[in-house]
């Protein structure tokens, strides 16, 4: 099966050989290197841009201004805070121009910990992002999700920023992209690079994939419960469903685990049908606590749902540090890890009513 | 396309086009000063724009090449650029339009300040408040018309604006370093309007540089620095900038000198600046003594805009601002509304 990486990289051959796509840019997205997590490798549309990324979020608005069809990306999203009121612009644009100019922008960036980042490679950006109206944000937790989500960015005539898990780039999927050779050997040697000397003159040999396209604004549900429900996404959508299994498995029932998949427009009919059917939530992530996207979520079921709420509804988050240390106590200090998540989801499942 | 072609090759020893030039630079100003007195008099919030680039903005208004999409020219403004846009041939009432924010506006819809224009057909981008940005955006455009220049389509260029101060910002060093990538060359005009000033800021106590050009001229970019308060001076320059880039496909660098006759906008009063020089004064002291002109004509033409305004003016006193429930509207393209999922859409 393909991994997250190899998953970007067939959404983006699919998107310059069917889509538009006109320019895959960034620091070092074109050859030799191909992206720092190899999201760009053997593809034909591929440049690299100046190490600044104020000039890489310019350039997108421009190329897309003038009708082009790029895709940008950030090298990690620890570096896309100096870009922010340019990525505010591309938001208000097509409103500021009272709908003059529509953008039709990818921005893509992996994002999160859990690489042993230390402060600047294990940034979160969804709370940050939640709040860049004009933008839809999504995160994928799957290879599946990752070239169908990347395949809906391309295709949306609106700014999209795909944040992808650092921590998930190598982990390969279950469910094969429709196209995909199943043997991963195959899929390695039709389109990984090869290293040193063998990659110059290499060419992919691209798989014949499909347009199916992963719908922005539409949660998927991963496990089915009617105890308790998890909203969350990115990488901790394994560690919930984990957890999950694992409270199942002692009986203690059935947590339904939500992977949102967009940040905006999230996908509020699925959360608010299964908090009405289990009456117990726990949003999960791992951006910084205070003014945290799930905030907003627990606002809206305290507005919404209160009284069928069967216990009081929790967010777990990012602590609120100034970073995430690199030795591993600091980061598992900082970050929800799955003992956290037990300990929460317990709580949550053991209060009376 | 653009007029040039009727242009004569010598155009300020053409009566005709000198008395046109003239009365562009008029209607600039009296639309300016009609804003301005909006402002005063309550008919509008904010005012900001370009009296005193007359000159410059009417050489630059003339020459661009207007059109939508690459093969015509790209206008990344900023907020002194109205007298550009009038020249370029937009119906004086919509400034004012902007200026009262109504709905009929049709740059922004009412949503934004005046002076800042977007005109889809004309390529001109929308216009922002936040000061430079301009120049990290402009490459993009400029690709594209690279793009379409390496491919033998009809091509123009990129032109970027912005003032003095607003070089400090970063984005301006993006801009040079962009439109220079060895071998990916873009076909940009940038022009740095110097009125000397940042808001109150006198550029002497911020700036080491002799010349803004200079950093441009540090790229290997041809640049030139040219008195904006003289229309021949500008109209030459800015011919030599666009003929250079439309043949060679790589940029060029105007600092235009200017002057700023009624202050950063209508936070510092906007009042009358006496002490530096009018470039309309100084055109029309050469009309004069060239005898292309008398003292009637000159003030004919001035009440003939002064009137224009003001009926533009009384008839956008009638239009209504834009609904209260417009305002998610556009948030995106393509249906969703904007706002928070179930509950706004």
């Known amino acids: 099966m393909a991994n997250m990486a190899q998953a970007v990289r067939m959404a983006l051959h699919y998107g310059e050989k069917h889509l538009g796509v006109s320019d895959i840019f960034g620091e070092d997205v074109g050859a030799p290197l191909g992206g720092v997590f190899t999201c760009t490798q053997g593809l034909k549309t591929t440049w690299n841009s100046p190490l600044d990324e104020r000039g890489i979020i310019g350039a997108a608005i421009g190329l897309a201004l003038a009708g082009q069809k790029a895709v940008a990306e950030i090298q990690f999203c620890d570096y896309i805070f100096n870009t922010i009121d340019l990525l505010k612009l591309a938001g208000n644009n097509n409103w500021a121009s009272n709908g003059q100019y529509p953008l039709n922008i990818t921005v893509m ?28 944000v999504v995160m ?7 070239y169908g989500l990347m395949l809906a960015a391309i295709e949306e005539p609106n700014p999209v920023l795909v944040m992808i898990p650092k921590a998930l780039m190598r982990v390969k999927g279950e469910e094969l992209i429709p196209g995909e050779p199943s043997d991963e050997k195959e899929l390695k040697e039709r389109i990984d690079a090869p290293l040193g000397e063998a990659r110059k003159g290499w060419e992919p040999r691209w798989p014949e994939l499909e347009f199916v396209p992963t719908p922005i604004g539409k949660a998927r549900i991963v496990r089915e419960g009617r105890a308790a429900t998890v909203v969350t996404y990115g990488r901790h959508v394994f560690i919930a469903e984990k957890v999950a299994n694992m409270l199942a498995a002692e ?10 998949r967009t940040i905006y427009p999230y996908d509020w009919a699925a959360i608010s049908q299964s908090i009405q059917k289990t009456g117990r939530v726990l949003f999960l992530n791992e951006d910084t606590e205070i003014t945290n996207f799930g905030e907003h979520l627990l606002r809206r079921t305290i ?27 600091l980061e598992e200090a900082s970050v929800p890890q799955e003992h956290d998540v037990e300990r929460e989801l317990r709580a949550l499942l053991s209060e009376l009513t | 396309m653009s007029d040039t072609s009727r242009i004569p090759a010598q155009p300020f020893k053409d009566k005709n086009f000198s008395l046109s030039y003239h009365r562009h630079m008029t209607r600039a100003r009296a639309l300016e000063e009609r804003l301005i007195k909006m402002m005063r008099s309550g008919d509008g919030y904010f005012w900001i724009g370009g009296p005193g680039e007359e000159a410059f903005a009417v050489a630059l208004g003339l020459q661009v090449r207007k059109g939508e999409g690459p093969a015509f020219d790209y206008l990344h403004l900023h907020y002194r650029s109205n007298p550009v846009v009038l020249t370029m041939g937009a119906a004086m009432i919509d400034f004012i339009r902007q200026m009262k924010s109504t709905a009929t506006d049709p740059f922004s819809g009412g949503r934004n300040f005046v002076a800042h224009i977007c005109k889809r057909e004309w390529n001109i981008v929308p216009v922002t408040s936040t000061i430079e940005t301009q120049f990290a955006v402009a490459p993009g455009t400029a690709m594209a018309q690279r793009r379409a220049r390496l491919k033998g389509l009809p091509h123009g260029v990129t032109v970027v604006i912005g003032g003095d101060a607003g070089t400090a910002e970063g984005d301006f060093a993006t801009g040079l370093i962009w439109a220079t990538r060895p071998g990916f060359e873009l076909p940009m005009l940038f022009i740095a309007t110097n009125n000397k000033y940042g808001i109150s800021t006198p550029a002497e106590t911020q700036h080491g540089e002799k010349n803004i050009a200079d950093r441009a001229r540090a790229f290997g970019m041809p640049a030139q620095v040219v008195d904006g308060n003289s229309p021949e001076k500008i109209w030459s320059a800015l011919e030599t900038a666009f003929d250079t880039i439309r043949s060679t496909g790589k940029p060029y660098f105007l600092e235009v000198m200017v002057s700023r006759l009624h202050g950063h906008s209508s936070s510092s009063g906007a009042a009358r600046t006496l002490d530096e020089p009018c470039c309309i004064d100084l055109f029309e002291k050469k009309l004069l003594k060239s005898g292309w002109i008398s003292e009637e004509e000159i003030e004919s033409v001035k009440q003939l805009a002064h009137q224009e305004a003001q009926e533009a003016h009384e008839r956008v006193k009638t239009e209504p601002y834009p609904e209260g ?11 969703v509304r904007g706002g928070v999922p179930g509950r706004d859409f």
């Open chain 2, 325 to 335: 429930s417009t305002f998610q509207d556009h948030s995106f393209a393509g249906g």
């Open chain 1, 140 to 146: 994928p937790s799957t290879p599946r999700d990752a």
């Open chain 1, 303 to 329: 507005e919404e749902h209160y009284y069928q709420l069967r216990a009081r509804p929790r967010l777990l988050a990012g602590a609120h540090v100034p970073g995430i240390g690199l030795a591993p106590p």
């Open chain 1, 251 to 260: 009986g203690l029932g059935d947590v339904e685990v939500i992977d949102l």
């Open chain 1, 109 to 136: 960036t992996p994002a999160g910990a859990g690489i042993h980042g230390s402060l600047y490679h294990s940034h979160s950006f969804d709370a940050w992002a939640s709040r860049l109206a004009g933008w839809k």
